[in-house]
């Protein structure tokens, strides 16, 4: 059953951002609304010098609080395809996910037609940022490499099994990873995940989204995905981080070489490939 319900003292909010699923998630969802106004001065009313990236959906910005406290806003791009129902799905399902190698939704904003997430601040940026890097690429010894690897295998595993719902990524890759001060990942960007019912393993869908290199060829092609979807994403990310090398990438500065094509294509010498 659908709910719609607005109090009193958020009249001035879109009646949509209240047509969600159930009680507790109307209640979720009104304690965790920040005042658009402080969030446009935290964010230095969104400056260029503030700005950490770009999000599937719209830029991310780096804020301060009155308080001293640092986030990341998400500013939801009008032309984005992240429509309201995107926009209830990430709110909705991340603040329900509490989890160390998940990224921590603190709350959400909207003024106007303006639609805003906001999030922990995490240090040290996104995954590809070191891993595509060859500076940054060389603080990545074996051990943080491994041990990046497993912080995503238990961000997965509970989003896939452990949380009371049951969640697909849809859009794992490597920039959708973040690293906090002790280099300890944290999945992020929820705006195209599926929740599943318990009883649910896979699902079909003719709107296809996701990154193309990270896309498992059942869902790239047919639509169907799973947790396998994930699974085969996480893949593509493991032999980023042991390789270097994009999963498209130029090979001898010229051709663009797919790295699941070229590994799958040397089985026998698959150390060699990855390595070199």
């Known amino acids: 059953m659908i709910y719609i319900y607005r109090k009193r003292v958020y009249n001035n909010l879109p009646l949509v951002i209240f047509n969600l699923y159930t009680e507790d998630d109307i209640s979720v969802i009104e304690s965790l609304h920040y005042d658009f106004a402080k969030i446009r001065v935290a964010t230095n009313d969104f400056s260029l010098a503030n700005k950490l990236g770009q999000g599937g959906f719209g830029p991310v910005y780096k804020g301060k ?106 859009d794992l890759k490597a920039s959708n990873v973040l690293l906090d001060g002790n280099m300890n990942p944290k999945i992020a960007d929820f705006g195209m995940a599926r929740l599943f019912v318990t009883d649910e393993t896979h699902g079909n869908t003719s709107r296809i989204v996701g990154t193309h290199g990270y896309m498992a060829p059942e869902y790239a092609m047919h639509g169907q995905f799973s947790v396998k979807t994930d699974v085969f994403s996480f893949g593509v990310i493991v032999l980023e981080i042991i390789s270097g090398k994009k999963c498209y990438y130029l090979q001898n500065g010229q051709n663009v070489e797919n790295l699941l094509s070229s590994v799958s294509r040397n089985v026998e010498n698959i150390l060699f490939v990855i390595l070199n």
Do not use: M
């Open 65 to 170: 609080l009155q308080n001293g406290q640092e986030i990341a806003v998400k500013r939801l791009s009008r032309n984005s395809g992240q429509g309201d129902l995107e926009f209830k799905n990430e709110v909705v399902l991340l603040a329900k996910l509490q989890h160390r190698n998940l990224v921590r939704l603190l709350g959400f904003s909207v003024g106007g037609n303006e639609k805003l997430l906001v999030y922990e601040f995490v240090e040290n940026a996104s995954l590809d940022h070191f891993i595509f890097d060859p500076t940054k690429r060389s603080y990545l010894d074996w051990d943080r490499r491994c041990k990046i690897i497993k912080g995503i295998t238990k961000g997965l595993l509970y989003l896939h099994e452990d949380s009371r719902l049951r969640i697909i990524h849809r």
